[in-house]
């Protein structure tokens, strides 16, 4: 078995941008972490080797020649379980390679981490919220913030719970307050935009809640956005 990895990391991104074009999720060519595979040029496995074959692009002069390329080649052979196991190894990463654009952006309609989590806030993003939602940032803070303020004063609380009727709770298995949606696999964030940056980091790379049952093909439409139930008048 021989694979180029120029090859599978162009395979990658075409299998990148194809998850993007079915499912209107954004993957940016970022989110590709090639470095680790930037001098291997090749793995090549039969039952008892391994071999490596890593290039590096130098530049050197010898005599009236430049030489632009070096190559080392690494055998392992001398150990049958050595060889197994980082076959093993190798086969794993592959499969991490092939699994990568699912790994690297949520189902669309999985919510299960705005329930369960409870992202903290700071003012920057209270006051997001508030001129996304038309309010003020102490109005904002009321009806959406519970208020705990971090010993450096930066995080000011976290987003409310609610129950199923929509009535405040402290259960922490409850869903964010801004989270519309309710039949399975149809959830998405209510304020998209203006979300908090807790939200923004929030990566799905490892996620252990993700909803394996939920299509990653077609487009996926989300709802109205969120909507103040009542506006007050208070300025901050
Ligand atoms: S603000 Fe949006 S993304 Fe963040 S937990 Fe709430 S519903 Fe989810
Ligand atoms: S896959 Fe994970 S990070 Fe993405 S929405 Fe689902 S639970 Fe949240």
Redesign the pocket.
Known sequence: MQETIDLIAHRELRNLRRYTRETGQPTTIGQLDLDPMTNVQSIEIDEEHITVQYNKQTKRRYNANEITHKEWVYKYNDDAEFVDAVRRVIELSRKHMYDLPQNLSCPPGC?E???G???FVNRGDVQR?ADHLGMTYDEAMAEYVVARESADGFVVGW?RKVDEEGARSEEAEH??????GSRSGR??????E???S???E?TPVGCEDVDWSLPRHGQYKTGKP?APKRRRSAKS
């Open positions: 919510a981490c705005c329930s989590y409870e992202p919220i987003l869903k964010c307050v801004f989270l519309m959830h998405y964030c209510g304020i998209y203006a979300r908090p807790d939200c923004r929030f969120f």
